[in-house]
């Protein structure tokens, strides 16, 4: 068993950064896998960022959207992972889950087998 909590959201001005943070307590193997997934209203889920493992063999991946824009990153000493957005534009709205799972699945995120509450973000322009 894995729970996640989310934190970091809120609103911003287009062109405003926001960092997400996501403690996840459990299982350390259920949560090799962490990333970010966001929905916007009327808008179906979508992964932004993921990190498999950890320290000098992590491994990420970035949906096209936000590449050069978001940054995924954990520290597992404190079992906290971060997306850091910056440039934010109002596209970027929509409530943020964190995700947790043991491996990374055909889509190319995690295996997410746990899901945080989310957070919202909202970006006016």
């Known amino acids: 068993q894995v729970q996640l909590v989310e934190s970091g959201g809120g609103s911003v001005q287009a062109g405003g950064s926001l960092r997400l943070s996501c403690v996840a307590s459990?299982?350390?193997?259920?949560?090799?896998?962490m990333g970010w997934f966001r929905q916007a209203p009327g808008k179906d889920r979508e992964g932004v960022a993921r990190?498999?493992?950890?320290?000098?063999?992590?491994?990420?991946y970035y949906a096209d959207s936000v590449k050069g824009r978001f940054t995924i990153s954990r520290d597992n000493a404190k079992n906290t992972v971060y997306l850091q957005m910056n440039s934010l534009k109002p596209e970027d709205t929509a409530m943020y889950y964190c995700?947790?799972?043991?491996?990374?699945?055909?889509?190319?995120?995690?295996?997410?087998?746990?899901w945080g509450q989310g957070t919202q973000v909202t970006v006016s322009s």
């Open positions: 990190i498999y493992g950890g320290g000098s063999n992590s491994y990420y």
């Open positions: 995700a947790a799972g043991p491996f990374v699945d055909g889509s190319s995120y995690c295996y997410a087998g746990y």
């Open positions: 459990g299982s350390t193997y259920s949560s090799k896998c």
